[in-house]
């Protein structure tokens, strides 16, 4: 993913290789493949409607193509395990590739965007000619990713919509790509005049989002994100005499160029 970030964003590129990575790299049905170009070009267009550099700092072309392909690995591995079928992977990989069509950095009341974004790409896939079942399915998916919802109903949520969950968090719960999209995450709250506490560019802040996480998906555990977040949270521990907050509050004390050079020392050391 971060070599992926020297790259100019393609999501057209991304929303291929995802469907190609669960069907065993045939290709996918005319319909799936129109609505796939659909959303692809509903996402290159709306990135270029910014001016130049003003694209929001994390829910941007990059989050979307990372996300994308991250549903992409989640799911093969559930449809390997058996715990998903292609249908069902494929309508997820749709909506993960829409989950934030038309975000532009702001911070609205909760599920507004995404409830936005799940109409938007659900109506894109009946334009290819899919049919309502999986029109559902994108919706349902794209709501789930409201990170405002109720722990009632994260634990309710179909295996799709875990799968999606942990594919829109999958970059930001990696180490070293991770904490530059804490930073980003924090300029664009900042640049709509939002106010996160503790801010996601801090060790506090980035401890709060390795705690929030639910239990993983077995296809999580298998691609090694579960490994990732405890060494990350171990490191914090190291840092802390045994404490994770006391470590976090020690590198946030620190100038953050030392802090860095301290937290990944001790990811070295946890790994």
């Not at 070009?41 to 829910?59: I, T």
């Not at 009632?152 to 999209?181: K, Q, V």
Request: glycine share 8%.
């Amino acid at each position: 993913m971060i070599r992926r970030r020297a790259q100019p964003a393609d999501i057209r590129a991304a929303l291929t290789e995802a469907l190609g990575t669960v069907l065993h790299g045939q290709k996918p049905p005319p319909r799936v493949a129109a609505a796939a170009a659909l959303i692809a070009e509903a996402v290159a267009a709306h990135a270029a409607s910014f001016q130049p550099g003003s694209e929001p700092d994390y829910h941007n072309h990059y989050h979307q193509a990372e996300a994308t392909l991250a549903m992409g690995r989640l799911c093969a591995e559930a449809v390997r395990l058996g715990q998903l079928d292609a249908e069902h992977a494929v309508a997820g990989i749709l909506a993960m590739g829409g989950h934030d069509l038309q975000h532009d950095g702001s911070v609205p009341p909760p599920g507004k965007l995404e409830a936005h974004s799940a109409v938007l790409t659900a109506a894109l896939a009946a334009q290819a000619g899919l049919d309502q079942t999986i029109q559902d399915q994108i919706r349902q998916v794209i709501l789930a990713t409201d990170p405002s919802r109720a722990a009632a109903g994260l634990d309710e949520d179909s295996m799709l919509c875990r799968l999606a969950r942990e594919a829109d968090l999958f970059a930001s719960l990696t180490p070293e790509l991770g904490w530059r999209l804490s930073q980003t995450l924090a300029r664009e709250i900042r640049a709509a005049g939002g106010n996160a506490e503790p801010p996601p560019d801090s060790f506090a802040g980035r401890l709060r989002l390795l705690r929030a996480r639910r239990p993983m998906t077995e296809a999580a555990r298998n691609l090694g994100l579960e490994a990732g977040v405890a060494a990350q949270l171990a490191a914090l521990a190291a840092l802390g005499d045994g404490d994770q907050e006391a470590g976090a509050k020690r590198l946030d004390a620190m100038p953050p160029n030392e802090a860095w050079a301290h937290y990944r020392a001790a990811l070295a050391a946890a790994v």
